[in-house]
């Protein structure tokens, strides 16, 4: 009769450890893209707030202002904390005659493609 001998198994096989190293990539992947999202997820609510802040200035701009804004579209520039901002104005005239309404949108550069905010207003003839 043959005695079949057999020994424990001590430690790991190569097979084993190399899936447990490729759970762990996975892992360190998908929490690098969570990170990554998290970031710019941060960065465009920033860029947000700070247009909207220009926004809310130059409609106080526009209310304040001395002089009788006329009907049509300006564009410009204005800075918001680290971010400069670029805006589109219409100012369009209401029922009212002394009233006219300003439509203000911000944008996140001069082409004036990627719209970040918009706000809306009516300025009063002293």
């Known amino acids: 009769m043959n005695k079949l001998v057999t020994k424990n198994q001590q430690g790991l096989t190569l097979v084993e450890v190399l899936v447990a190293l490729f759970i762990l990539a996975m892992m360190a992947a998908i929490a690098v893209q969570v990170v990554s999202r998290a970031a710019d997820v941060r960065q465009a609510s920033e860029e947000r707030a700070l247009a909207q802040l220009c926004a809310d200035n130059l409609l106080v701009e526009w209310m304040l202002a001395t002089e009788w804004p006329e009907v049509g579209q300006r564009e410009g520039e ?16 209401t029922p ?20 970040l905010t918009q706000v809306s207003g009516f300025v009063g003839n002293k």
């Open 78 to 93: 204005a800075a918001a904390g680290a971010m400069q901002c670029f805006w589109r104005v219409a100012i369009q005239a």
């Open 96 to 115: 009212l005659p002394t009233m006219r309404r300003v439509d203000i949108e911000v944008y996140a550069e001069a082409k004036r493609e990627n719209l």
